[in-house]
Structure formats: structure tokens, C-alpha cells
């Protein structure tokens, strides 16, 4: 129903308008003028509003515009987004519940980085007055299973969801939570996502620094080939184009992310997939697992085979600072933060609610050089 309906229908002679000439942003002004027609009663409760490219034509301002007044008004619970519907007004009391932020993981493994985050995130959300619900996204490969418990959740009216997962999953996820009508953000380590409906950011970790670090110190200890074992195109930390641009051969070992239900599943695949690779020939110079639980599975693989690093081959492991598995200078490191990781999430999803722009965030993983490349 447009504005000018109910505004014939309950006898309304206001216009809806906004005065340039008044201080303000102009989504400022959208945001006001809709705050006082609800509360005047022309919008009541379960009205529909108009869509925004009819908003911003009677209006005049444009359709970005119209976008970020209803980004703000749904994070203050004034209004929501129906699948299929469009936006609609909350009753008074629906409005002033706690609002409610998704924090949905990928990591339905239950892994250290992702608890971490997650609590951190929560914790800084709820000194800003959110109320944050973690979404453990199911283990069945089928994309009904996988995906109920953010169905359900949804049904809940979240302001805001957060999708931390990546590769082939992450657009699945993202395509549901566009349905919705609900502005949410990503994040990636790889390749930006495509990101339909309401994406109002993505977060990318910064890894240049520490992949630059890695491949400088390949370079300076003559390495000449490098296996890098990950996840194939759900890996959050490549650094094989890095490596090839110096002139180092890579080969690459992938674990299908989606076959592990998980994270013995994943220590298993990366440990039985290293020992056919050794078995099957000269090791390279270099072995790069991407993932902390990978590299778990590498270096039982390794000792299985009576194969030690560093004196056999060159070992970098991804790691979280704080999980533990990784101690001491044994492996060369490549490490990333989750407990700023959350903080900063935390941060950016507030700078989001209070002035409309998704914040900034630059935690960059770390390079720590361990006895693979001591003489370098």
C-alpha cells in the first residue's frame, strides 16, 4: 500500500515531503519523516511501505538514500523485512525489544577461532545494548539441513545479521538472509563474495603482509618448490600465486572442505592425503598447510612417516594465537588474532547501527619465522 493511499484512506491532507533547507543528512530527513507518520498514525502497525524506487521518486532523493533510512529504521525495530512482502511497520512493542544481531558460522566444527570471535563479538555488542545470537549452521551437505537453523532464527526478526562463512557456502547463506530483507555483512580471507540483498560490508583480514614475509624468506633460503594443503577454492589463506610470481613451483594438495563433518574429519583427510603424497615421491622444499587443523594433519603425517621438519622440509602452519597447538619456535607461523577478531566485529557492526556506514577493519595476520627459515 503506497503513501499516498493511506493517506486518502485516513483522511491525512500532510504530504510526505522532506525540507532541504533544514539541517541534516538527507537520510537523516527520510528517517525523520517516517519516524513522525508512524507516529502520527498514517503508518501503523503491519502496513506495508512503499518500495524504494517508489519511495525515492516521491521523494526526490535517490534510491541509496531511501536504502539507508530503512536500514536505520529496521536496526531501531521501527520496521522489518518480509520475504517476498517488502517493509513493513513494527507494533510499538516489537520495537522496543532487544534488538537482535545473527552471528552466523561456518564453523560448525565448534573450532577455537570461531568460539573465540564469537563470545568477543557478543560481549562487545552487549555493552551497546544488542543482544547477539549465535547461529551454528547444520553438518548435513543437503541445503534444507544446512540451513535450518538460520531459517529458524530468522523468524526471530533479527536487525542485523552477521555471515562469517566463506567459499562455496557462504553464497547459500547470503542468498537467505537477502530473502529476508535483513542487512547483514561477510567476511572473507579469499576473494570477495558475491553478496545479494541488503550487504552493507565485507570484512577482509589483511594476509599481504605475512604472505610477502613467507615467500621473501622461500626466496632468500633458495626454495624452489613449495605444497601448499588446503581446503581448494574454500581456502582462507592462498599464497600460491604469491609464491609462483617468484618463480616458485607450487603444488597443491586440496581437502574437500564440504566431505567433514568435523574437525577430526579434517586432521584425518589432511594427515591420510600427506601420507599418499609422500609416498608417492621427493618431497618439495617447503610444505604450506592454510588451515591450523590441516596442520595438524600434516605434521601427524609427517612423524608417521618418519619425515621431520625442519631438517627434512620446511614447515609453515596456519595458526590462531591462543588455540595452543601450536608452541615455541618449531614451525614457522603464520597467525591470526581471534580474540581482536571478534572486537573488531564487535566495533564495526556498531559503527553500522550508529552513523549507517559498515566500519573499517585491518587485523592483519602475522608472520613468525620459526626454524624452517632460522638462517634466514
Given at each position: ?17 522532506i525540507d532541504r533547507t533544514e539541517p541534516g543528512t538527507l537520510t537523516g530527513k527520510v528517517v ?125 526478526s533479527p536487525c542485523f545479521v552477521f555471515v562469517r562463512t566463506c567459499g562455496s557456502r557462504q ?10 530483507g535483513v542487512p547483514y555483512a561477510t567476511i572473507t580471507l579469499g576473494t570477495a563474495p558475491r ?182
Amino acid at each position: 500500500m503506497s503513501i499516498s493511499t493511506l493517506r486518502h484512506k485516513r483522511q491525512s491532507t500532510s504530504h510526505l515531503c522532506i525540507d532541504r533547507t533544514e539541517p541534516g543528512t538527507l537520510t537523516g530527513k527520510v528517517v525523520r519523516e517516517l519516524n513522525d507518520r508512524i507516529a502520527g498514525g498514517i503508518l501503523r502497525a503491519g502496513d506495508r511501505l512503499p518500495s524504494r524506487s517508489a519511495l525515492a521518486k516521491e521523494l526526490g532523493v535517490s534510491e541509496f538514500v531511501v536504502r539507508r533510512a530503512f536500514a536505520e529504521l529496521v536496526a531501531d525495530r521501527v520496521i522489518v523485512g518480509r520475504r517476498r512482502i517488502g517493509h513493513v511497520v513494527l507494533d510499538a512493542s516489537a520495537a522496543r525489544r532487544e534488538r537482535l544481531v545473527l552471528d552466523v558460522s561456518t564453523e560448525n566444527f565448534g573450532s577455537f577461532a570461531s568460539r573465540v570471535s564469537t563470545a568477543e563479538c557478543s560481549r562487545g555488542l552487549l555493552k551497546r545494548g544488542y543482544r547477539v545470537m549465535p547461529v551454528i549452521l547444520g553438518v548435513d551437505s543437503r541445503e534444507t539441513v544446512y540451513l535450518a537453523p538460520l531459517a529458524e532464527a530468522l523468524q526471530r526478526s533479527p536487525c542485523f545479521v552477521f555471515v562469517r562463512t566463506c567459499g562455496s557456502r557462504q553464497s547459500l547463506v547470503c542468498r537467505m538472509v537477502a530473502d529476508a530483507g535483513v542487512p547483514y555483512a561477510t567476511i572473507t580471507l579469499g576473494t570477495a563474495p558475491r553478496t545479494p540483498g541488503r550487504c552493507v560490508g565485507t570484512i577482509r583480514l589483511e594476509k599481504g603482509d605475512a604472505i610477502r614475509a613467507l615467500v621473501r624468506d622461500c626466496v632468500k633460503s633458495s626454495v624452489r618448490s613449495v605444497l601448499q594443503v588446503d581446503f581448494g577454492k574454500d581456502t582462507y589463506v592462498d599464497a600460491s600465486s604469491s609464491f609462483r610470481l617468484d618463480n616458485i613451483f607450487v603444488e597443491r594438495l586440496s581437502i574437500p572442505l564440504m566431505r567433514c563433518r568435523n574437525l577430526d574429519d579434517v586432521v584425518e583427510a589432511a594427515c591420510e592425503a600427506m601420507r599418499q603424497r609422500i609416498a608417492a615421491g621427493a618431497m618439495p622444499d617447503v610444505i604450506f598447510a592454510a588451515d591450523d587443523y590441516l596442520s595438524l594433519g600434516v605434521i601427524a603425517a609427517l612423524r608417521r612417516s618418519q619425515v621431520q621438519p625442519p631438517r627434512d622440509v620446511g614447515l609453515v602452519a596456519y595458526a590462531n594465537c591462543g588455540s595452543g597447538l601450536f608452541v615455541g619456535d618449531e614451525f614457522t607461523r603464520i597467525e591470526h588474532d581471534p580474540f581482536l577478531d571478534g572486537r573488531e566485529i564487535a566495533r564495526c557492526i556498531a559503527d553500522y547501527f550508529e552513523s549507517g556506514n559498515f566500519g573499517h577493519y585491518d587485523n592483519r595476520l602475522a608472520y613468525r619465522r620459526g626454524k624452517s627459515f632460522a638462517a634466514s
